[in-house]
Structures are given as structure tokens and as C-alpha cells.
């Protein structure tokens, strides 16, 4: 465990189906990172998007399918329930070990505000990049039920993510290329790469 980190919160950033969660495998494992120190966008939905939940931002149709009203509402409840999950985990497990989160968004500026300027001043972030084409593919070879229509990807694709590098000290921002059939030890050790330029690894 290491006595301190340099960095106590790490974003990792991208559009949908560019391999985050790969990344974030690799991340956890080669810093041993506790699973509560993990934050994917996917555990608050699955806490705030359920049938039990009653809110004027999605519906569920009686087969059971989930039906966004208003999908950047939603957005924001996620990332507004994972800065105050991470705020409680910091106070509570103070353990030097960063809190690692991973989402995409359309806006991360104003999607990054939401966790606070403090925050931010002591975060890094890994944009994972890759091409359209190959999103697409990645998106199409997921379970049915885990794809992401491809209005959103693309629509996700045509946004402008370049204010992402200057979010941040340059010293904490690292763009990772995640192309087509990338073996596994490079993509690995461009993460150890990143890692160490933050100094965690």
C-alpha cells in the first residue's frame, strides 16, 4: 500500500465503447486498488435507474425496457450520487490509494464541476481514444443489453472533447490511444506509463 499518493483522484475519461473498463481492469490491478475505490458511472445508475425508482427523467415500459425522458437529468443525478460517494469514501478510508472514476460525457467541464474546483485541483485524467470505427465495433460485440444505441455514439463521437487537456495541469493529462486489435502488454504498459507520469505507479 503506498504511504501517500500524488495524486488522489484520477479520471478516467472517453466516449462510449473506447475501452474503459479495459483500463480501468489494468489500473486496479497493477495498483491494487480497494473495489471501493472504484466509481464507474455504471454503479450509480444501477442504483438510480431501477423499476423501484419513481422519476420524471425515464420510464420503464411494461416489457421492461428503460426510457429516458430527459438522459442528461440522469446524467447528472449519476455524477452528482459518485462525487458524494467518493467525498464519504475519502473521509472514511483515507488509505492513499486514489479514487479512480470513469464515465463518458458529452460535457466534461461542466460534468467535471459537479465534483468541485478541489477536486479537480488535485486529479489527473486519462482521455482513452479510438476511432469511430472501431467504438462501433466494440459497442456491436457487447451483450444486447449493454450497447449503446448508435445515435448516442455517434452523437458522443461529434462532440468536442478537446477542452479535456486543459482541465487539468498538463503534467496530469494523458491521451491513450486504444486502436483496433491492440495487444494486451502494450496497452498495459501505456497505462504504466500514465501511471507513472502521475506518480502512482
Same mark, same amino acid.
Given at each position: 500500500?503506498?504511504?501517500?499518493?500524488?495524486?488522489?483522484?484520477?479520471?478516467?475519461?472517453?466516449?462510449?465503447?473506447?475501452?474503459?473498463?479495459?483500463?480501468?481492469?489494468?489500473?486496479?490491478?497493477?495498483?491494487?486498488?480497494?473495489?471501493?475505490?472504484?466509481?464507474?458511472?455504471?454503479?450509480?445508475?444501477?442504483?438510480?435507474?431501477?423499476?423501484?425508482?419513481?422519476? %420524471?427523467?425515464?420510464?420503464?415500459? +411494461?416489457?421492461?425496457? *428503460?426510457?429516458?425522458?430527459?438522459? =442528461?437529468? /440522469?446524467?447528472?443525478? &449519476?455524477?452528482?450520487?459518485?462525487?458524494?460517494?467518493?467525498?464519504?469514501?475519502?473521509?472514511?478510508?483515507?488509505?492513499?490509494?486514489?479514487?479512480?472514476?470513469?464515465?463518458?460525457?458529452?460535457?466534461?467541464?461542466?460534468?467535471?464541476?459537479?465534483?468541485?474546483?478541489?477536486?479537480?485541483?488535485?486529479?489527473?485524467?486519462?482521455?482513452?481514444?479510438?476511432?469511430?470505427?472501431?467504438?462501433?465495433?466494440?459497442?456491436?460485440?457487447? %451483450?444486447?443489453?449493454?450497447?449503446? +444505441?448508435?445515435?448516442? *455514439?455517434?452523437?458522443?463521437?461529434? =462532440?468536442? /472533447?478537446?477542452?479535456? &487537456?486543459?482541465?487539468?495541469?498538463?503534467?496530469?493529462?494523458?491521451?491513450?490511444?486504444?486502436?483496433?486489435?491492440?495487444?494486451?502488454?502494450?496497452?498495459?504498459?501505456?497505462?504504466?506509463?500514465?501511471?507513472?507520469?502521475?506518480?502512482?505507479?
Amino acid at each position: 500500500m503506498p504511504a501517500s499518493t500524488a495524486t488522489p483522484y484520477l479520471f478516467l475519461l472517453g466516449r462510449p465503447a473506447v475501452g474503459k473498463s479495459t483500463v480501468s481492469k489494468i489500473i486496479s490491478r497493477v495498483l491494487k486498488l480497494p473495489v471501493e475505490n472504484y466509481f464507474p458511472i455504471d454503479k450509480a445508475h444501477h442504483l438510480l435507474c431501477n423499476p423501484d425508482v419513481q422519476s %420524471p427523467h425515464f420510464y420503464y415500459t +411494461p416489457q421492461g425496457t *428503460l426510457i429516458f425522458r430527459d438522459r =442528461a437529468a /440522469v446524467m447528472r443525478e &449519476a455524477l452528482e450520487w459518485l462525487a458524494h460517494a467518493a467525498q464519504k469514501r475519502r473521509v472514511e478510508a483515507p488509505n492513499g490509494f486514489p479514487l479512480l472514476f470513469e464515465f463518458a460525457h458529452y460535457d466534461y467541464a461542466s460534468a467535471l464541476e459537479i465534483f468541485g474546483a478541489e477536486v479537480l485541483r488535485h486529479s489527473a485524467i486519462i482521455e482513452i481514444v479510438a476511432p469511430l470505427t472501431v467504438a462501433r465495433e466494440r459497442n456491436l460485440a457487447r %451483450p444486447a443489453m449493454d450497447q449503446v +444505441p448508435e445515435e448516442w *455514439l455517434q452523437m458522443a463521437f461529434a =462532440a468536442d /472533447v478537446s477542452c479535456l &487537456a486543459e482541465l487539468v495541469a498538463p503534467e496530469k493529462f494523458v491521451r491513450l490511444q486504444n486502436e483496433h486489435r491492440l495487444a494486451q502488454r502494450e496497452l498495459e504498459r501505456r497505462v504504466r506509463e500514465a501511471l507513472r507520469q502521475f506518480g502512482l505507479c
